[in-house]
């Protein structure tokens, strides 16, 4: 049988590696977006916390930027996102998030619907020198519906904030858990999103039980 170039492509393409592998015991999977600004470090925690060779769409960044990207705090950032980045994480070997960085500048928002669209929840990460860029990214979250954890990168030259105050900068509600990150490390970003999934599984009950009749009532 004769075989076209196609077959022998086919042939040549290297297979999964074994620790890209989707675990058999895994039952359930979910969708979690990580947004924030320009530079706050989305593609880092991503990169930092997934157990697969992590997709990134990050191009260097050029002159022609100069003037549309606002690079105040992060002056030594040479690339950013420009569609968005793809990791994942096996909680227990049951659960697996599917993790979606989105771009930070707002000339590439338009590619949010796309990623955003079916999201069980997300992590706002902020950088506390530059609160006002999560405003908009929190917003967008509440008009789709999506519940949210806020989590704060500690940057190195950062200065530091209790989070009480930085609450309050953001206005942010009490039931909207809030937390310190370093997003270069694999354990603190895996307990922000073991934070937003206790946060999922709180709302998921009081609303369970918010609109579960009181037999009571029928008395």
């Not at 992590?123 to 519940?147: A, I, K, N, W």
């Not at 942010?172 to 937390?179: E, G, Q």
């Not at 998921?204 to 918010?210: D, L």
Request: negative net charge; proline residues 7%.
């Amino acid at each position: 049988m004769a075989c076209n170039d196609s077959d022998h492509a086919a042939a040549r393409r290297p297979g999964p590696r074994r620790e890209d592998r989707l675990p058999q015991s895994a039952e359930q999977a979910v969708k979690i977006v990580v947004v924030g600004g320009f530079g706050v470090g989305k593609t880092t925690m991503v990169g930092s916390v997934s157990e697969i060779r992590p997709l990134t769409t990050e191009e260097t960044m050029t002159r022609d930027s100069v003037g549309v990207d606002d690079l105040a705090g992060i002056p030594e950032k040479r690339e950013t996102t420009v569609a968005m980045d793809f990791g994942r994480i096996t909680f227990g070997g049951r659960l697996v998030l599917y993790l979606f960085g989105t771009p930070g500048q707002q000339r590439f928002w338009f590619l949010w619907n796309g990623v955003i669209d079916g999201a069980l929840g997300a992590v706002v990460l902020v950088d506390s020198r530059r609160l006002e860029d999560c405003f908009q990214p929190m917003d967008r979250l509440e008009e789709d519906g999506v519940p949210f954890v806020v989590a704060v990168n500690n940057f190195p030259d950062a200065p530091l904030h209790p989070l009480a105050e930085l609450r309050a900068a953001l206005d942010l509600p009490d039931h909207v858990p809030m937390v310190d990150c370093d997003a270069r490390k694999l354990d603190s970003s895996r307990d922000v999103l073991l934070t937003l999934l206790r946060h999922l599984y709180e709302s998921a009950t009081a609303s369970a039980t918010a609109t579960t009749p009181d037999p009571s009532e029928a008395l």
